[in-house]
């Protein structure tokens, strides 16, 4: 099973029909190159790079957008229409009064297998009180949180608020809260190697490629930046394959994972078993 953790389904054509709201897409996203894909393309992609299913993750930022970018009920209708291509996660934003009500119904009735939070956006860090209470709603219901993690080029961010190490707490305070930094907190990816040696509630993606190529951003990350037995030997079961599509083209991530001389264990365990340990 080769699963991508971190996807954004904001232009799949079945979601993609109002034309407001895809300029909307487009601008709070920070991407702008792509138009809406038609399924067949989105296998076509998925079958190029040999993955079998995708974490399809929406955002929510309603207090300041007045919409979600995508909402929970357009991820779980995508699950719904494609269950074995897709697993979906909500989104709901804090600073809203039915947040909670949001995130219960998500996890209740539309059956969504975790939380995404990307809190650079939301401006508010990890143990800010206004987050309590959803991540007791989390434990209630053994869901796991995706926190965007490290640089963000959406507009309007500040990546102050998901430093890895801004995250010590919450894995230390709520060793039952599963939580996944995206794109390996990176540029802090030592920090973030040190919070999976540290806390086994803690898990990070592959999500990150800015500059070179897939390829060798990836050696310069994963085998410069931290040494690749510190995967290897250490780390292997809290690693998760993610390419952040569609800011990043799958099969090129996908392709530069096999080429770290990771053991064959170690890729099998990135690729899909660490997901579903992540996801239960």
Known sequence: MFIDMNVSPAFYEPINQDVKQERLRHDELNIHKNGTAKMTHIFNQMACAG?????????????????????????????????????????????????LEKAERAFADLRLKGLKLNLNRLQMY??????????????????????HSGLSWEPNTLTKYSAPLEFEELAYKRPKLRICLTQFGWPWVRETAMLL????NVYADTGALYFDNAREFFTQVFTRDIPVTWIDRSLRHQVMFASANPRFEQIRMAEALTKLNLREETIDLI?????????Q
């Open 271 to 279: 690729k899909g078993q660490n997901a579903l340990d992540f996801i």
């Open 51 to 99: 993955l079998d299913k995708l974490c399809l993750l929406p955002d929510d930022y309603s207090s300041i957008l007045g919409v979600p970018l995508v909402t929970n009920e357009e991820v779980a209708r995508l699950v719904n229409d494609y269950p074995e291509r897709f697993i979906g996660f909500a989104s709901a934003d804090p600073l809203m009064d039915d947040c």
């Open 197 to 200: 040696q540290k806390y086994k």
């Open 126 to 147: 990890p143990l800010d009180d206004r987050l309590k209470a959803l991540y007791d709603l989390c434990e209630k219901y053994n869901k796991p949180i995706v926190f």
